[in-house]
């Protein structure tokens, strides 16, 4: 399912932050979206969540036009959301959490425990771990879990990465790549560690001042520096649609 990102125009109350952002995403594509701090990347995910709202521009997702669909109504047309920090529900166990997140109003299809676990074998060893006793790392394990228990057709992940130590970094980017394989979701992978972003990506997009700037080969991203405010590559083409 394709989707398609037309000048999007974003932000909070009257301030705006995102001036127009379009891109394209193909079926079952993993695509990064990488950049300084305070660019928009969060704001972009938010927005094609349906957590704030579109100012301008268009949205659409397999042909359907989402930019007015309610949050909760995104989820059903295939949208997958890990947040920044995601906490899930520290009071829960892992079981629990993984239960909940099987309750889908009607039309709604989860799957099962079982079905889950084969696709996130970790969280077997865990399972009646009280959730705020997991590392990060477990718990962006579970947060994903929990997302892809609804099955979508693309999730959008926030940071997976931050506060997550390298192997286990690693471990996340195996299981999203292997669900790629088998599931064939769609990935939108913002994240400000770029071997995290480049072994699971092929092509990431770079965002600055609430704009796309350019595209980006995974090979290339090592060349990008996202440090001193300023966003430089010498090596990648220009971004087109
Ligand atoms: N709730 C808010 N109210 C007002 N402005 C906000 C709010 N949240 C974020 N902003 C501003 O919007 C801009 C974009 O923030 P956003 O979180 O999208 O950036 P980001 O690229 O995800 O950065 P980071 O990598 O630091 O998470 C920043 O200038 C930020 O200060």
Known sequence: MTLVVENLISGYG?????????????????????????MGKTTLLKTLMGLLATKGGSTSFHGTDFANLPAHRRSR???GYVPQGASGFPNLSVLESL?????????????????ILE?????????????????????QMLSIARAVIRSPKLLLLDE???????????K??????????????????VDQELGFVASVAKRALV??????????????LSDLDLLGGSIRSSSCGSFST
């Open 99 to 115: 239960q909940l997140a099987t309750v889908v109003g009607p039309g709604g299809r989860a799957k099962g425990i079982d079905e």
């Open 77 to 79: 047309i295939g949208f």
């Open 119 to 139: 696709l996130f074998p970790e969280l077997s060893k865990y399972l009646n771990r009280s959730s705020s006793a997991l590392s990060g790392g477990e718990r």
């Open 172 to 189: 996340l980017a195996e299981r999203l790549v292997h669900l790629h394989a088998t599931e064939n979701i769609g990935i939108l992978v």
């Open 14 to 38: 009257a301030v705006p932050v995102l001036h127009g952002i379009t891109f394209r995403q193909e079926p079952g594509e993993i695509v990064g979206i990488v950049g300084n701090n305070g």
């Open 207 to 220: 965002i600055h001042k609430g704009r796309i700037s350019h595209e980006i080969s995974a090979e290339r």
């Open 160 to 170: 997976l990465s931050e506060g997550v130590q390298p192997s286990i970094v690693e």
